[in-house]
């Protein structure tokens, strides 16, 4: 999924999951798929996961919860996400 464009492979899983979760496919407290998941489906390495990851929760569009896993934010920002 992730295409040679020059551009950084995180930021194009941060634009795909930001836009999941910006149109409702992923909703306000759904679980992000594990990091191996992920990885399969972007066929990235863990680090460009958890890098993207990182991004999101900076943006405020997840949050993490010890134990349990990562989830789409019950309240997004009001501006969206910032690149």
Do not use: H, N, W
Request: hydrophobic fraction near 35%.
């Amino acid at each position: 999924m992730v295409e040679k464009s020059g551009r950084p492979a995180y930021l194009q899983i941060v634009d795909d999951l930001s836009e999941q979760i910006l149109r409702g496919t992923l909703a306000p407290g759904d679980a992000l798929p594990s990091i191996a998941q992920l990885g399969e489906r972007y066929d990235v390495s863990a680090s460009v996961i958890k890098s993207a990851v990182s991004v999101l929760r900076t943006q405020g569009l997840v949050v993490g919860q010890q134990g349990k896993g990562v989830f789409v934010s019950e309240t997004p920002p009001a501006t969206g996400p910032r690149r």
